[in-house]
């Protein structure tokens, strides 16, 4: 089992920056990969970010290239999303989640542990 806990969401003007975290407990060494989702009022759930747990690979959706950058810090076990130059379109509930499962491509990632979610709005 792992737990995923997310933080650092919250309010912020179009134009600024977040760093959100994941304190990932439990079973981390069958975690393979590690992503950010989001899902914003009336939308899909669509994935941001993936990492691979060990290795540091990464995954990026391409309409967010640029602006969000996915790490891990494996001493800390924890998982973070650095958001620059936010936009209002980013406003929604971002969720941290793992998968034990080996993918070659991780924008194909199915997780199978979720965070419970943190909110960010972005205003005008």
């Known amino acids: 089992q792992v737990q995923l806990v997310e933080s650092g969401g919250g309010l912020v003007q179009a134009g600024g920056s977040l760093r959100l975290s994941c304190a990932v407990s439990?079973?981390?060494?069958?975690?393979?990969?590690m992503g950010w989702y989001r899902q914003a009022p009336g939308k899909e759930r669509e994935l941001v970010a993936a990492?691979?747990?060990?290795?540091?690979?990464?995954y990026y959706a391409d309409s967010l290239k640029g602006r969000f950058t996915v790490s891990r810090d494996t001493a800390k076990k924890t998982l973070y999303l650095q958001m620059n130059n936010l936009k209002l379109e980013d406003t929604a509930v971002y969720y941290c989640?793992?998968?034990?499962?080996?993918?070659?491509?991780?924008?194909?990632?199915?997780?199978?542990?979720w965070g419970q979610g943190t909110q960010v709005t972005v205003s005008s």
């Open positions: 989640a793992a998968t034990g499962a080996v993918y070659s491509d991780l924008g194909d990632i199915n997780p199978n542990y």
């Open positions: 439990g079973r981390t060494d069958s975690t393979y990969a």
């Open positions: 990492i691979t747990w060990i290795g540091g690979r990464k």
